[in-house]
């Protein structure tokens, strides 16, 4: 077991955002859990586990970078080039000590780097034996993504680390296994490894990428123009190379006669947690978030409870962080706890005004679900649907200061009147344009508190 200082493990918080009050009758609660993961935290050998680091070291990780290298890469043949160097620019930017390896994937799976079903560790000399190796790859072959996640887990499980990472670049569909196939592949790798997830050009499926994305607890996005792969590998790399701690929970325990109705990642991106469940003991259960590095997330728990009468109150939910430990078990991280609080009033101002963060986030989530339902409608060809949903999109990205995704929807539709949510669909899209506007679709803004 590592030891640990107090003084540079992060130190995670836990603040609760919500109207506690409900009418007489009232059952749905609602709550913002804002989570915080911050260095130089208090964390000390009380929660000593191998999913933390050794003091002064940074994480011990392990990351694989799995290339597309299917015959679609050599159109233009600058792709494969670009891919090449994007993935020696990420090679340069990992730290000494990391394992790694380098996938080339077809509608097979091979170790491009170093080979032998092993992972090498990162010194200057093999860095610089990974990048003479990519000189080999070449484009040729179909596309069968989930052998290539099956060999990534393998390689990666193969060492002795707490942070395992993948990186996935991909230019086309998954036309060489069946969904089924890829959905197993996803199952098996769950919550054995993190996975950032990229299409470069135009021809690949937007909710294939995404879902890998999802089911890993990675990101997901387009690099239109391949000549942008290596700035966005250099700066995955980077974010990976940041996180601290693997395999953090959001534990939701709640009492007698409760129901949680749903969890779901609000912010930065949007993603709905509820189905990923682990029951944890008597009424408690575990919701997956992924590795974390300095930073902050937001979840939107909604609770169903019992009726009461006024002047009653009750804990809904209390909301806790826990690791796993080597032995199995969970620990939680100490100071990362909120409570879920319910209260019945007859004030009818305070049991019918929304928190402002829930208020917020329930406009970000409506965002993301309208501008896929609006691009699905357009492609179908329903353009008065199309036209509707890409409308109250705009309202919604107007209305909560999402500027980027306001940016974005412009380049679909023309924008007649953002506040009121009227809008013409463009005659013409760039097909960039729109898979730019689907990937990105699930970017939030923060609440200003």
Same mark, same amino acid.
């Given at each position: 077991?590592?030891? #640990?200082?107090?003084?540079? =493990?992060?130190? #995670? ?17 609602? $709550? ?14 009380? =929660? ?31 792709? !494969? ?8 620019a990420a090679i340069d930017t990992l730290r000494d000590g990391v394992h790694f ?18 992972? &090498?560790?990162?010194?200057? *000399? ?35 680390? *707490? ?21 197993? &592949? ?6 054995? #490894? ?11 499926? =937007? ?7 999802? &089911? ?11 000549? *942008?792969?290596?700035?966005? #590998?250099?700066? !995955? !790399?980077?974010? $990976?190379?940041?996180?601290? =701690? ?37 009424? &408690? ?19 169903? @409870?019992?009726? $009461? ?7 809904? *939910? ?29 004030? !009818? ?33 329903? @353009? ?59 970017k939030t803004v923060r609440v200003k508190k």
């Amino acid at each position: 077991m590592a030891n #640990f200082s107090k003084s540079n =493990v992060p130190q #995670f918080s836990v603040d609760v955002y919500q109207n506690e009050y409900l009418p007489e009758g009232g059952r749905e609660v609602n $709550a913002i859990v804002t989570v915080s993961a911050t260095g130089g935290g208090t964390i000390g050998s009380a =929660v000593a586990s191998p999913h933390l680091y050794t003091a002064g070291q940074g994480p011990d990780a392990a990351v694989a970078v799995m290339v597309d290298c299917s015959g679609s890469m050599d159109y233009p043949p600058t792709k !494969m080039r670009n891919a090449r160097d994007a993935t020696a620019a990420a090679i340069d930017t990992l730290r000494d000590g990391v394992h790694f390896a380098v996938i080339g994937g077809t509608h097979l799976a091979k170790e491009v780097y170093p080979g032998g079903g092993r992972l &090498a560790v990162a010194d200057a *000399a093999t860095r610089d034996q990974a990048k003479q190796a990519l000189r080999r790859l070449s484009a040729g072959g179909g596309t069968a993504i989930g052998t290539w996640l099956r060999l990534a887990d393998r390689l990666l499980s193969s060492a002795d680390v *707490a942070i395992r990472h993948g990186i996935l670049l991909t230019d086309g569909r998954n036309e060489h296994e069946k969904p089924e196939d890829l959905k197993a &592949a996803l199952d098996s790798c769950a919550g054995r #490894f993190t996975c950032d997830a990229r299409g470069v050009g135009t021809d690949w499926e =937007v909710k294939e990428v995404t879902g890998i994305a999802s &089911a890993l607890l990675g990101t997901a996005d387009i690099v239109a123009d391949p000549a *942008a792969l290596s700035a966005d #590998f250099t700066q !995955m !790399m980077e974010t $990976a190379m940041g996180k601290e =701690v693997a395999d953090v929970s959001l534990r939701l325990w709640t009492p007698v006669g409760t129901e949680i109705k749903f969890v779901k990642q609000v912010a930065p991106t949007v993603g709905d947690l509820t189905d990923r469940r682990t029951e944890a003991g008597p009424r &408690a259960g575990d919701y997956p978030t992924g590795s974390w590095g300095d930073e902050s997330r937001d979840y939107h728990v909604c609770v169903q @409870v019992p009726t $009461a009468g006024v002047g009653q109150e009750m804990l809904a *939910a209390r909301v806790s962080l826990v690791i796993p430990q080597a032995d199995g078990s969970a620990q939680a991280l100490p100071g990362a706890q909120g409570l879920v609080r319910a209260v019945w009033t007859d004030d !009818m101002v305070a049991s019918t005004s929304i928190n402002p963060q829930v208020a917020h986030y329930t406009g970000q989530a409506e965002l993301a679900q309208v501008i896929q339902q609006g691009l699905d409608l357009r492609k179908s060809g329903d @353009v008065d649907g199309a036209t509707a949903k890409l409308g109250r999109a705009v309202q919604l990205a107007s209305a909560s200061g999402n500027a980027d995704t306001a940016k974005l929807l412009a380049k679909v539709v023309d924008v007649v009147d953002a506040a009121a949510g009227t809008v013409r669909l463009k005659a013409k899209v760039e097909e960039a344009d729109e898979m730019t506007l689907e990937t990105r679709s699930t970017k939030t803004v923060r609440v200003k508190k």
